[in-house]
Nanobody, 115 residues
Framework: QVRLVESGGGLAQPGGSLNLSCTASGDDITPYTMGWYRQPPGKERELVVLSWPAGSINYADSVKGRFTISRDNMKSTVYMQMGNLRPDDTAVYYC?????????WGQGTRVTVST
């Protein structure tokens, strides 16, 4: 069982930045595909970025060039730097750990981009 705890959400102005963290406990995340998803108000949850254990990364088109994922397997932590934020980035952001048929979610952290 993997427990994920996200942190770093909050309020940012358009054009600003925020850094999210996701810390895992209960297992070594090295073999896990780690991802960030988000759920905007009134919408379905959507993929933001995936970090595969072999090193490849896949970003949603909407965040390419603005968001950067990184992972520190020794610290069991995944980070997401979010820059040039836009109002449509407003959402609850969730961390996911996936290994085979086993997927785990964090509780989410809210990001609001507004003036």
């Amino acid at each position: 069982q993997v427990r994920l705890v996200e942190s770093g959400g909050g309020l940012a102005q358009p054009g600003g930045s925020l850094n999210l963290s996701c810390t895992a406990s209960g297992d070594d995340i090295t073999p896990y595909t780690m991802g960030w998803y988000r759920q905007p108000p009134g919408k379905e949850r959507e993929l933001v970025v995936l970090s595969w254990p072999a090193g490849s990364i896949n970003y949603a088109d909407s965040v390419k060039g603005r968001f950067t994922i990184s992972r520190d397997n020794m610290k069991s932590t995944v980070y997401m730097q979010m820059g040039n934020l836009r109002p449509d980035d407003t959402a609850v952001y969730y961390c996911q750990a996936l290994l085979g048929p086993n997927g785990y979610w964090g509780q989410g952290t809210r990001v609001t981009v507004s003036t």
